[in-house]
C-alpha cells in the first residue's frame, strides 16, 4: 500500500479552510487528499485528478466519509483548467501535486516500472498501447545510443549512463530487449561491481529516467504548474512534492519567476524534507522535496 509523503508537511502548508475549492492533481490513492478533505466542510469541494482509473478507484474508496463535494476526473494534470472547466470550475483556493508514481503501480500495474518484477517494458499507464505508443521497450530498442544517453543522464542522473546506453545498444543487436528481467541484467552488467553493493540498486536510476522519459513528466510538470497557478485565486496556494533534482528546479525556478513576474510568496525558502523517522519507514520518500507558493492577494 502506498504510504504519503509529507503528510502533515503538506496539510500545515496548504492550510485548507472549510469553504476552499482543493484540487489534487495526482490523486493516487487520496492519502493526502483525504487529510485535506477533513478540513472541508459541506461547502468546500474536492477535486481528484489522476492519469489512472486504478489509482482513481483507490482514492475513490478513501474519500468516501469525506464531508465536502468530491469530483474525481480521469486526466493529466497538464491539462488541469481544460479538465476542470468541463466540470464548471475556473478558480480554486488550493492545488497539490504529489510527483510520480505510487507504490502500487510500481508494485502492481503489470508494466515493467519494477525492476524487481519480470513484466514487460511498457512504463506507460495508457490504456491504448499499440505499436505507436512510446514505451520503454521502444526507447532501448529504437532510440540512438547518445539519445538513451542522454535521458539517463538528464532523467535519471545516471554516473553510468554512457555504459548503460552503450551495453542496451550491443545487446539490442543480439536481440531486442523485451522485458524488466533483461534490462536488469544488462545495466547489471554493465556498471562496476562497486556499484552492486550501493544503498540503491543500479537499475534505480535508468528505471526511474525512462519512466520519465516515456509519461513526459517534465514537460507536463512545466505545462502544468503555470495552469495550474492560473487557476489559483488571489492568496491561493500550490504545493509539490518532487522526487528527483530535474522536477525539483523546474518547480523552485517557476516559484521564483513567478514572484518575480506577478508578486506572491515563496512560503518555503528552503524545501520541505522527510524527517529521519519518515525515510525509516518509508524509503520512498528519501529524496522528496515539498515546496509551497502562496499566490498574490
Ligand atoms: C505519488 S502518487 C500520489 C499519491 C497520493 N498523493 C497519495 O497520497 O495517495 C502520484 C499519482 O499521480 C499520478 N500522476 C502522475 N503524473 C500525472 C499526470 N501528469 N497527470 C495526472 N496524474 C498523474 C499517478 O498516476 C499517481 O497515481
Given at each position: ?13 496548504l492550510?485548507?479552510?472549510s ?7 495526482t490523486l ?39 464531508e ?41 500495474s ?8 519480470e ?25 540512438r545510443?547518445d ?5 539517463l ?12 546506453a552503450?551495453?542496451i ?9 523485451e522485458?524488466?528481467?533483461?534490462l ?24 526511474q529516467?525512462?519512466?520519465i522519459?516515456v ?5 507536463a ?19 509539490v512534492?518532487?522526487?528527483h ?5 523546474i ?5 521564483r ?8 510568496v ?13 525515510i ?17 492577494d
Amino acid at each position: 500500500m502506498h504510504q504519503s509523503v509529507l503528510l502533515q508537511e503538506v496539510v500545515d502548508g496548504l492550510d485548507v479552510k472549510s469553504h476552499d475549492v482543493v484540487v489534487d492533481g495526482t490523486l493516487g490513492s487520496a492519502g493526502h487528499a483525504s487529510e485535506l478533505a477533513k478540513k472541508l466542510s459541506n461547502e468546500g469541494f474536492l477535486i481528484g485528478i489522476d492519469q489512472d482509473i486504478d489509482a482513481l478507484k483507490r482514492g475513490k474508496e478513501n474519500l468516501e466519509s469525506c464531508e465536502a463535494k468530491v469530483e474525481l476526473i480521469k486526466g493529466n494534470f497538464r491539462d488541469v483548467d481544460t479538465l476542470l472547466k468541463e466540470i464548471g470550475i475556473d478558480e480554486v483556493n488550493k492545488i497539490l501535486l504529489d510527483l510520480g508514481m505510487s507504490s502500487n503501480q510500481i508494485e502492481e500495474s503489470g508494466r515493467g516500472f519494477s525492476f524487481k518484477k519480470e513484466e514487460p517494458l511498457l512504463m506507460t499507464l495508457r490504456d491504448d498501447v499499440d505499436e505507436e505508443t512510446l514505451t520503454a521497450r521502444r526507447i532501448v530498442n529504437e532510440w540512438r545510443e547518445d539519445q538513451i544517453e542522454t535521458v539517463l543522464r538528464g532523467y535519471g542522473e545516471e554516473k553510468h549512463s554512457r555504459k548503460i546506453a552503450k551495453a542496451i545498444v550491443e545487446r539490442r543487436e543480439v536481440s531486442p530487449i523485451e522485458t524488466t528481467t533483461e534490462l536488469v541484467k544488462v545495466i547489471e552488467d554493465s556498471v562496476p561491481k562497486f556499484y552492486k553493493w550501493k544503498r540503491i540498486h543500479p537499475a534505480t536510476k535508468t528505471f526511474q529516467a525512462l519512466r520519465i522519459a516515456v509519461n513526459d513528466e517534465i514537460d507536463a510538470l512545466s505545462e502544468g504548474l503555470e495552469r495550474a497557478y492560473r487557476l489559483l485565486k488571489p492568496n491561493g496556494r500550490i504545493a509539490v512534492i518532487s522526487f528527483h533534482s530535474t522536477e525539483d528546479r523546474i518547480v523552485k525556478r517557476f516559484f521564483r519567476e513567478v514572484k518575480e513576474r506577478d508578486g506572491g510568496v515563496i512560503l518555503t525558502k528552503k524545501p520541505i524534507v522527510p524527517s529521519e523517522d519518515e525515510i525509516e519507514k518509508n524509503p520512498r520518500a528519501r529524496s522528496a522535496k515539498l515546496r509551497i507558493f502562496e499566490k498574490h492577494d
